[in-house]
């Protein structure tokens, strides 16, 4: 009896242990280089954060930013929920290929995904070529370096998250319940929306959050594939501390889109029950 307290008491140690690595981790990667930005966006008080303010370029950022990510929501809502319904009620072999090519997408570097579409969209690429060979245009349209472009990147980056949300909650759906509901006389169609498609909803809630406030902080897509022309607020941070050699006000941005995500969050986790819903997609997903 005392060997066993033994070893239980030596693995709580060892839990204790990693679960104090695990937060010594977190402290050196996230809370110091946050403090030091907080602190770089007070080195002259408030100023910064006024100058960061009354500046038209970064009010135009957010703007773009807001748009941006709430485009890209509904495109991967709209895109993610018919696949990750296939992948949820298709036959096993079917699912699993799915499941294998969106890996792949999920796995590939965001960077390569990003050039890709450069590779597609620029004035000779694929599009273009396309177009050209069978007669549709004469000259090459301009698709890339515009919002559209930066939208198709950003979707495509960003919808595995929504699918893998909504998958998990379909899963623990059972398809017994719509045809239930067909043997009451529902059709097709109205047992989907009646039942399926209310219940997926916690799952359909947390994939769209998630796209939305990673969409906000995204650099490289929009910097490869929107250009200048509409910048984010990524971009007007980077322009602040690598080009105007402007720390403060760069860290004043940070700190400004730091404060949008939390209160996003605090928004969604008040008035949409966000602990709920992403608790019930989690427990899903590891079933």
């Given at each position: 009896?005392g060997r066993?307290?033994?070893?239980e008491g030596?693995?709580r140690?060892?839990?204790v242990s990693?679960g104090?690595?695990?937060?010594?981790?977190?402290?050196?990667?996230?809370v110091?280089p946050?403090?030091?930005?907080v602190?770089?966006?007070?080195?002259?008080?408030f100023?910064n954060?006024a100058?960061?303010?009354g500046?038209?370029s970064?009010i135009r950022s957010?703007?773009n930013?807001?748009?941006l990510?709430?485009s890209?929501t509904i495109?991967s809502?709209?895109?993610?929920y018919?696949y990750?319904?296939a992948?949820?009620?298709?036959?096993r072999t079917?699912?699993?290929?799915?499941?294998?090519?969106?890996?792949?997408s999920?796995?590939?570097s965001?960077l390569?995904?990003s050039?890709a579409w450069?590779?597609?969209l620029?004035d000779t690429?694929l599009?273009n070529?396309?177009?050209?060979?069978?007669?549709v245009?004469?000259?090459p349209?301009?698709?890339?370096?515009t919002p559209a472009a930066?939208?198709?990147?950003?979707?495509?980056?960003?919808?595995?998250?929504?699918?893998l949300a909504?998958y998990?909650?379909?899963?623990?759906i059972s398809?017994?319940?719509?045809m239930?509901?067909?043997?009451?006389?529902?059709?097709?169609?109205?047992?989907?929306?009646?039942?399926?498609f209310?219940?997926?909803?916690p799952?359909?809630a947390?994939?769209?959050?998630?796209?939305?406030?990673?969409?906000?902080?995204?650099?490289?897509t929009p910097?490869?594939?929107g250009g200048?022309?509409?910048?984010?607020?990524?971009?007007?941070?980077?322009?602040?501390?690598?080009t105007?050699?402007?720390t403060?006000?760069?860290?004043?941005?940070?700190v400004?889109?730091?404060?949008i995500?939390?209160?996003?969050?605090?928004?969604?986790?008040?008035?949409?029950?966000?602990?709920?819903?992403?608790?019930?997609?989690t427990?899903?997903?590891?079933r």
């Open positions: 009896m066993v307290l033994t070893i030596g693995g140690r060892w839990w990693v104090l690595l695990g937060l010594l981790f977190v402290l050196l990667a996230l110091v946050l403090a030091i930005v602190q770089r966006s007070l080195d002259a008080g100023e954060f100058d960061a303010l500046s038209a970064f957010l703007g930013t807001a748009q990510a709430i890209t495109c809502a709209v895109i993610g018919p990750a319904y992948m949820a009620r298709s036959g079917m699912s699993r290929i799915l499941m294998t090519a969106l890996m792949l999920f796995w590939t965001l390569v995904r050039y450069q590779v597609i620029n690429g599009v070529e396309l177009l050209q060979a069978i007669g245009i004469e000259e349209l301009q698709l890339i370096r930066t939208l198709i990147g950003m979707t495509h980056i960003l919808v595995p998250f929504t699918i909504i998990a909650q379909l899963r623990g398809p017994d319940l719509a239930a509901a067909r043997g009451l006389g529902a059709t097709r169609t109205r047992a989907f929306w009646s039942v399926t209310p219940l997926s909803m799952g359909l947390a994939g769209s959050l998630l796209v939305f406030v990673l969409t906000l902080g995204y650099y490289v910097q490869l594939l200048a022309g509409n910048p984010v607020i990524g971009q007007s941070i980077v322009e602040q501390t690598n105007l050699l402007n403060g006000v760069g860290s004043a941005m940070a400004l889109l730091l404060v995500v939390i209160v996003i969050l605090g928004v969604a986790a008040r008035f949409l029950g966000l602990g709920r819903v992403l608790g019930i997609a427990e899903r997903s590891t």
